[in-house]
């Protein structure tokens, strides 16, 4: 069984993150970098919501989605020494179906490492 990601915490790491590649889908924004310095190491996963997204319970309910779509698609889709940004949109990310969430991660994903 492979393990459940690490959590970013960081400021410089979502920023190192962000300037990385990044894919959008309906549901959600990935940015995704290899780290040079760990290329085997583990998945490190971070999710974040801007006040676009609503109020504190809105973006708290917009990362806990989020939460459990990377538990369940980045240790089969995910890549070691990878790290992920899962970024909620307004409406979107709340809104949308769980089932079509991941399939929105596992598209950005294939597109991020060329599949």
């Given amino acids: 069984m492979t393990p459940a990601p690490e959590i970013l915490k960081s ?3 979502f920023l190192a993150c962000a300037r990385a ?3 959008g889908t309906r549901g959600m924004m990935v940015q995704a970098r290899q780290r040079p310095d760990d290329p085997d190491g583990p998945i490190r996963v971070g999710f974040t919501c801007s006040k676009k997204v609503g109020n504190a319970v809105a973006r708290n309910r ?7 779509v990377a538990r369940m698609v980045l240790p089969e889709h995910g890549r070691p020494g990878w790290d992920y ?4 949109r307004a409406g979107a990310t709340i809104d949308r179906p ?3 969430l991941k399939g929105d991660l596992v598209h950005a994903l294939n ?3 060329g599949a």
């Fill in 85 to 88: 940004v899962l970024i909620g």
């Fill in 111 to 113: 597109r991020i490492h």
């Fill in 98 to 100: 769980f089932e079509a």
């Fill in 11 to 13: 400021r410089s790491e």
């Fill in 62 to 68: 917009a990362k806990r989605r989020l939460r459990e």
């Fill in 21 to 23: 590649q990044r894919q």
